[in-house]
C-alpha cells in the first residue's frame, strides 16, 4: 500500500514535468561497476591506528608540503577535530571513548579514491579521473576552479588554494599515485608502525578485512567501511565500533555519484527534442486561433457594416418618399393657390372692366 | 558645447543617485583589484567546506532566474499568441540580457581562473557534469538574448535593413530561448542532486530540476511586474501611449499566470516531501524555516497575486512581486547556502564578506546603470516612430 502510494505521488509528480527528470539510466541494473580489476588501495584498521601522526609527517614529506605550525610530534593537536586542507592531504582525527573499555578511537582522513567519483562526474574540464591503477587523479593544467567537486565530494575532502590569485589548485591526496607508478608503495602506508595501513589490491584487501573480523568478533564491528558506501571506494576502514561514531557518516548509501544525476542528464535529449515541436505546434495553434478570430471579426465587421447601410438606405427611402410627398402636396398646393389667385385676378379684373363700362356708358349718356 | 551647457550638465550629473552609484563603482573596482591580485582568500569568506558562496547562491543561481523574464514574456506574445503584452517584451529581453551578461561577469569573480572559462568548450568536454549543461546553455542564451535585442539598437542606429532581417529570426530564436532556458534554468537544481548528503532533506529532492524551473517561470513573471513598476517611476516620460495603455493588462495578466504557476509550485513541493516521507522533518528547527519559505513566500503570494487580479489592485500586485522575487531569492540561497551542510556545526556555516556583498552591489548597480543608458536612449519602452505597426 505505502509503496503505492509513493509511486502514484511519484507519477503525478512526474506527470507535471516528466520531462526534466527521465528515469535513472542505470536503474534497471542490479550491477554496479566495481572498479578496475587489479585496482590498488589502502586498508585503514582504526583497531590497530595508535594516533602517532607518523602518517601525516610521511605525507607531508612525500607531497613537498609547508610544514605545520606546530610539529607533527605535537599530539594535543588531535584535540580538535579537523579535516584535510591545503597543507595537509591527510589528517588523523581523535574520538575520546569509543573504543573498547573508554578507550580513544583514532582515525586518518584523506581522499577515499571512489570506484565512481563524484568529484570526476562533476567536473566540467574532466580534471579528475579514475586511474586503473586505483588513484583519482588530478590534472591542474585544465582546472577552472569553479569548485563544483569541492561541492560533489560526499567526504568533504578537496581543499582550494584560496590565496593563490593566478594558480589556484584543488588539491587532495593522490594515493601516492606517482610512487604506485614507480612500484612504491604510499608514502603514510610505508610510514605507519603500526600496520595500521595496508597497501594492495583491492579485492585483497576485502579478503583480508573479512578475514580479521572473522578471527575476532569480538574486535570489530562487522562491517567494512568503503565496501559499497557510494558505490564503493578503494581506501576500506575497520572500526571496533559502530563507523558513526568515529565520524564517517553512515547515510550515504550504496549509490554511485554518477547515478544521482543520471535521470536529469538522460533528460537532456528529450527536452531537446519534444519542447520545440511542442512549441511549434502551440504557436501554430495560436496562429491559426488569431486567424480564425481575424476572419470572425472581418465577417461581424462586414455584416455590422452591412446592417448600417440597410438601415441608412431604408432612412434615405423614407427621407425621399417623404420629400416627395411633401413636394406632391406643396406643389398641389401651389396649384391652387395659383388656380385662387388667378381666379381672384380674374374677378377682379371682370369687375374692373364691369366698372369701366358702366362710367362709360354714364359719360355717354 | 558653450560653457552654459557644460553647467547644466554637471548639474545633471550630480544627483544623488548617482553619486552613490559611483561611490559603489569606486569600492568596486578597489575589491576587483584585490580579488585579482590577491585572490579569493583575501576579498571572501569561502573555505573547504562551503566552496560556493554568495557569487553562486545570489549572482549565479538567483540571478539566472530573475533574468527568466525574457523568456517568459517573449514564448507567452510569440509563441502563446498574446499580443496584448507586445510592449513588455523588450524590456523584459533587456532585462534578461543584462541579467544573464552580469551573470557571466560575477562567474569571472568566482572562478578560481576565470581566463580558463571556454576550456570546457575547447579542452575536454565535462558531459557527465550538470554544471557543463549549465555553462553551454548559458553561454548559447546569452548570445539568443543579445540577438533578440539587437533590433532595438539597430532602430536607435538606423540601421533598418539589418533590423528586418533580424526580426524575421523571432520565432526560431523564441523556441530556441525556451529549450535553452528550460535546460539551464532545471540543470541549476539538478547541480545539487550530486550532494545528497550534504543538502537538507526537506530542500533535497529528485525534483529539484522541476523545482528550479517551475519557480524560474514565476521569477520571471514577478520581475517583469516588479520592473515594469521600477520604469514606470523613474522613466514615464520615455514610455509611449501603447506601452502606458498597455501597463496595466500585462500586470493584471502576469499576476494571474503567477498566482497559478505558484500555486502549481506550491502542490509539487507538497508532492516533493510526500514522495520522500519528509514530513516528519517540518517539526524541526530548518523545518519551521523550511514552512517560512513555503508559507510565506509560495502560498501567500499566490494568494495575494489573486485577490490583486480580482480587485484590480495594482499597488497590490506590485508589492506582491517583490514579495516573490525576495522568496526566490531566498529559495536558491537557503539550497546553496544556509541549508547546505546543515551538519556542519554553526560555527563552521558560512557567512559572506563584506566585499562578497561589496561585489555583488557592484555588479547589480553596473547592471542598473546600463539598463539606464539604454532606456533612455533607445526604444525600449516606446516604439520607435519608423517601426510603428511593424509587429513581427
Ligand atoms: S573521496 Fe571525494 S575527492 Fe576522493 S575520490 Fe571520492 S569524491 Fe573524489
Ligand atoms: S574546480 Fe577544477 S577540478 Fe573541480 S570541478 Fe571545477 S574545473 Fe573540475
Ligand atoms: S597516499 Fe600519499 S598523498 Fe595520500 S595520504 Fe598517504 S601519503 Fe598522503
Known amino acids: 500500500m505505502s509503496i503505492s502510494r509513493r509511486k502514484f505521488l511519484g507519477w503525478i509528480g512526474a506527470a507535471g514535468m516528466g520531462t526534466a527528470l527521465g528515469t535513472s539510466a542505470k536503474a534497471a541494473s542490479n550491477k554496479a561497476f566495481t572498479g578496475y580489476p587489479d585496482s590498488m588501495g589502502v586498508l585503514h584498521d582504526t583497531v590497530l591506528c595508535v594516533g602517532c601522526r607518523t602518517c601525516e609527517a610521511a605525507c607531508s614529506k612525500v607531497n613537498e608540503l609547508p610544514p605545520p605550525e606546530k610539529p607533527f610530534t605535537d599530539l594535543s593537536v588531535l584535540d580538535t577535530k579537523r579535516r584535510t586542507a591545503v597543507e595537509a592531504y591527510t589528517v588523523v582525527n581523535k574520538y575520546e571513548h569509543a573504543g573498547k573499555q573508554g578507550k580513544p578511537v583514532f582515525v586518518k582522513k584523506q581522499c577515499n579514491h571512489c570506484l565512481e567519483p563524484a568529484c570526476a562526474s562533476a567536473c566540467f574540464v574532466k580534471a579528475f579521473a579514475k586511474s586503473k591503477e586505483g588513484a583519482v587523479t588530478y590534472d591542474p593544467s585544465v582546472c577552472v576552479g569553479c569548485r563544483y567537486c569541492m561541492v560533489a565530494c560526499p567526504f568533504n575532502i578537496p581543499s582550494y588554494e584560496y590565496d593563490s590569485a593566478f594558480s589556484p589548485r584543488v588539491v587532495k591526496c593522490t594515493m601516492c599515485h606517482p610512487r604506485i607508478l614507480e612500484g612504491k608503495v604510499p608514502g603514510c602506508v610505508e610510514a605507519c608502525p603500526k600496520e595500521a595501513l595496508t597497501f594492495g589490491k583491492r579485492e585483497d584487501l576485502l579478503k583480508i578485512a573479512r578475514e580479521r573480523i572473522q578471527k575476532y568478533p569480538d574486535r570489530y564491528a562487522d562491517h567494512i567501511y568503503g565496501e559499497h558506501e557510494m558505490g564503493g571506494t578503494s581506501w576500506l576502514y575497520l572500526s571496533g565500533t559502530a563507523f558513526g561514531n568515529i565520524g564517517m557518516r553512515e547515510d550515504l548509501g550504496v549509490k554511485p555519484a554518477p547515478e544521482l544525476t543520471a535521470g536529469a542528464l538522460g533528460a537532456v535529449p528529450i527536452v531537446v527534442g519534444l519542447w520545440p515541436v511542442l512549441l511549434t505546434g502551440i504557436y501554430a495553434m495560436s496562429r491559426r486561433k488569431e486567424k480564425i478570430a481575424a476572419e470572425e471579426k472581418e465577417q461581424a465587421v462586414a455584416a455590422a457594416v452591412a446592417e448600417i447601410e440597410a438601415k441608412a438606405d431604408k432612412k434615405l427611402a423614407d427621407v425621399r418618399a417623404k420629400a416627395e410627398k411633401d413636394l406632391a402636396k406643396a406643389e398641389k398646393d401651389k396649384e391652387a393657390a395659383v388656380k385662387r389667385e388667378v381666379q381672384k385676378a380674374l374677378g377682379e379684373a371682370a369687375a374692373k372692366h364691369e366698372e369701366k363700362a358702366k362710367t362709360e356708358t354714364e359719360e355717354e349718356s | ?392
Open chain 2, 1 to 392: 558645447m558653450s560653457r552654459h551647457d557644460t553647467a547644466l550638465y554637471r548639474k545633471e550629473l550630480y544627483t544623488p543617485f548617482n553619486l552613490v552609484a559611483g561611490i559603489i563603482l569606486i569600492i568596486g573596482c578597489v575589491i576587483t583589484v584585490l580579488r585579482f591580485t590577491k585572490g579569493l582568500g583575501t576579498v571572501t569568506h569561502l573555505d573547504d567546506n562551503y566552496p560556493w558562496g554568495i557569487w553562486i547562491g545570489f549572482d549565479l543561481l538567483a540571478g539566472v532566474a530573475l533574468a527568466a523574464g525574457g523568456y517568459v514574456t517573449s514564448s507567452a506574445v510569440y509563441i502563446f499568441g498574446m499580443k496584448r503584452y507586445h510592449s513588455a517584451v523588450r524590456p523584459a529581453i533587456l532585462t534578461g540580457f543584462l541579467g544573464y551578461a552580469l551573470v557571466v561577469f560575477a562567474l569571472n569573480y568566482d572562478v578560481g581562473r576565470p581566463w580558463r572559462l571556454p576550456y570546457p568548450f575547447i579542452m575536454q568536454q565535462g558531459t557527465t557534469s550538470l554544471l557543463f549543461e549549465v555553462a553551454a546553455c548559458v553561454a548559447l542564451y546569452l548570445t539568443v538574448l543579445f540577438i533578440e535585442f539587437t533590433p532595438a539598437a539597430l532602430e536607435w542606429l538606423g540601421l533598418r535593413r539589418a533590423r528586418n532581417i533580424v526580426t524575421k529570426l523571432t520565432m526560431l530564436l523564441t523556441i530556441f530561448g525556451v529549450v535553452l532556458s528550460t535546460l539551464h534554468q532545471s540543470s541549476l537544481g539538478a547541480l545539487f542532486l550530486l550532494a545528497p548528503s550534504k543538502l537538507h532533506p526537506l530542500w533535497y529532492s529528485g525534483y529539484l530540476p522541476v523545482f528550479f524551473f517551475v519557480s524560474s517561470i514565476i521569477a520571471g513573471l514577478s520581475m517583469v511586474i516588479f520592473e515594469s513598476t521600477l520604469s514606470h517611476h523613474y522613466f514615464a516620460d520615455k514610455m509611449d501611449k501603447t506601452h502606458l495603455e498597455e501597463k496595466e493588462g500585462v500586470a493584471l495578466g502576469f499576476a494571474k499566470a503567477a498566482s497559478l504557476v505558484l500555486a502549481g509550485y506550491f502542490a509539487i513541493k507538497l508532492i516533493g516531501i510526500a514522495v520522500d516521507n519528509n514530513w516528519h522533518w517540518l517539526a524541526t528547527g530548518y523545518g519551521l524555516w523550511f514552512l517560512a519559505e513555503l508559507l510565506g513566500f509560495v502560498a501567500l503570494p499566490s494568494l495575494l497575486y489573486a485577490v490583486g487580479v480580482r480587485e484590480k489592485n495594482l499597488t497590490l500586485i506590485k508589492w506582491t512581486s517583490g514579495m516573490t522575487v525576495f522568496g526566490i531569492i531566498l529559495n536558491r540561497l537557503n539550497i546553496c547556502l544556509i541549508a547546505f551542510n546543515w551538519h556542519l556545526p554553526y560555527a563552521e556555516k558560512y557567512f559572506p564578506h563584506w566585499m562578497e556583498i561589496g561585489i555583488s552591489v557592484f555588479i547589480l548597480t553596473i547592471g542598473v546603470l546600463v539598463f539606464r543608458f539604454i532606456v533612455t536612449r533607445m526604444p525600449v519602452l516606446y516604439e520607435h516612430p519608423d517601426y510603428k505597426d511593424t509587429h513581427h
